[in-house]
C-alpha cells in the first residue's frame, strides 16, 4: 500500500468474505464490477451481501484513464447472463440489485438489449426487489436508451465522473454534453424513474468545478448524486492528484441538499453504488 495516502482513504477488508460470494459468482460465470475495478468497499459490500453485476462481459471497448477493467477484444453477449443474475440475486438474497457493464461501442445498441433483458427477468421474479442500472452512455443513441429506461429500473444512474476540463484526460471517449444528455433524457422518457450519477474528486478538478458540475445534473433533473475520493487502481492508471479532505466532501454535501437533490452520499470512499440500498430507502421513507 502507497504510504502516502492518508488514514482517511485507507480501508481493510475481510478476505474470507470476499470467498464466499466469489464462489457463488465464479458459479454462474458472472463478473462483478466490483472486482474488476478493484473497489475499496468490496469486503463490506460482500459482507452484507450485495454486489454490483457487471454485464456484457469483462473487456471494455474503451479506454478511461481511472478504470483498471480489462480493455481490448469483445466477446458477444451471453444469452444466459439475464437468467443467471437473477439465480445469483436469489442465492445472495438481495433485496437491491445493481446492474452495470462494460462499455460496449461495437454493439448495434451499446448493450441496451441486454440491459433491458436483466431487469426485466429481475422485476418478474422479484417482485419486491429494487433494480438499479447504471450504465454507459450508449454514444448518445435514444432508442438504445429507450429500451433500458422503459425496462422500468426503480434508478438509472449514468456517471459524469468529473469535469468537463479533464474529459480529454479521464474519459477520452465520452462527451460530457452527451452525457448530460443521457440523464435529461432519461427523466424526460420516465419521469418516476429516479436518475442518479456520480463523481470522483481529486483528478486534479477544483472545488468550483465540482459545483459545477453539481448545478448541471441538477439542471438536467437527476435526484441522487454520488461523490467519491479517485484511488489509482493500478500502476497503469491516472495518478491521483489530491487526496480531497473529508471537510471538502461534507461541503459538496451541503451544497447538494441546498441544490435540491434528493440524496447526496459525498465521503472519501463513496462509490456509485456503494450503500445503495440505504439511499434508496431513505428516499422512500
Not at 452495470?100 to 421474479?125: H, N
Not at 419486491?128 to 433500458?148: C, I, N, Q, S, W
Not at 452527451?178 to 481529486?202: E, F, H, N
Not at 489509482?232 to 451544497?255: C, G, H, I, M, Q
Amino acid at each position: 500500500m502507497d504510504e502516502r495516502i492518508p488514514a482517511f482513504a485507507r480501508k481493510k477488508y475481510n478476505i474470507g468474505e470476499l470467498a464466499k460470494v466469489k464462489a457463488k459468482l465464479r458459479e454462474l460465470g458472472l463478473h462483478t464490477v466490483c472486482e474488476s475495478a478493484r473497489c475499496p468497499n468490496i469486503g463490506e459490500c460482500f459482507k452484507k451481501p450485495t454486489a454490483t453485476f457487471m454485464i456484457l462481459g469483462g473487456t471494455c471497448t474503451r479506454r478511461c484513464g481511472f478504470c483498471s477493467v480489462k480493455k481490448g477484444a469483445t466477446e458477444p453477449p451471453n444469452p444466459a447472463e439475464p437468467e443467471n443474475i437473477a439465480l445469483a440475486a436469489g442465492r445472495l438474497g438481495l433485496r437491491h440489485a445493481v446492474i452495470t457493464s462494460v462499455t460496449r461501442d461495437d454493439l448495434p445498441d451499446g448493450g441496451a438489449g441486454q440491459f433491458e433483458a436483466v431487469i426485466r427477468i429481475l422485476k418478474k421474479e422479484f417482485p419486491g426487489m429494487v433494480v438499479e442500472v447504471l450504465t454507459p452512455d450508449f454514444m448518445g443513441d435514444e432508442a438504445a436508451l429507450r429500451k433500458v429506461v422503459m425496462a422500468g429500473p426503480h434508478i438509472f444512474n449514468h456517471n459524469l465522473e468529473t469535469a468537463p476540463r479533464l474529459y480529454p484526460r479521464v474519459r477520452p471517449q465520452a462527451v460530457y454534453a452527451r452525457s448530460l444528455a443521457v440523464l435529461r433524457t432519461a427523466k424526460a422518457m420516465r419521469p418516476d424513474v429516479y436518475t442518479k450519477s456520480g463523481i470522483m474528486a481529486g483528478l486534479g478538478e477544483t472545488e468550483d468545478e465540482v459545483v459545477s458540475v453539481m448545478r448541471d445534473l441538477r439542471d438536467a433533473g437527476c435526484d441522487l448524486l454520488t461523490i467519491g475520493q479517485y484511488l489509482r487502481p493500478s500502476k497503469e492508471n491516472l495518478p491521483v492528484s489530491e487526496y480531497v479532505s473529508p471537510d471538502a466532501f461534507e461541503r459538496y454535501a451541503d451544497t447538494g441538499r441546498r441544490m435540491g437533490f434528493l440524496s447526496v452520499a459525498s465521503a472519501p470512499f463513496v462509490r456509485s453504488s456503494y450503500n445503495a440500498e440505504e439511499v434508496f430507502s431513505v428516499i422512500k421513507r
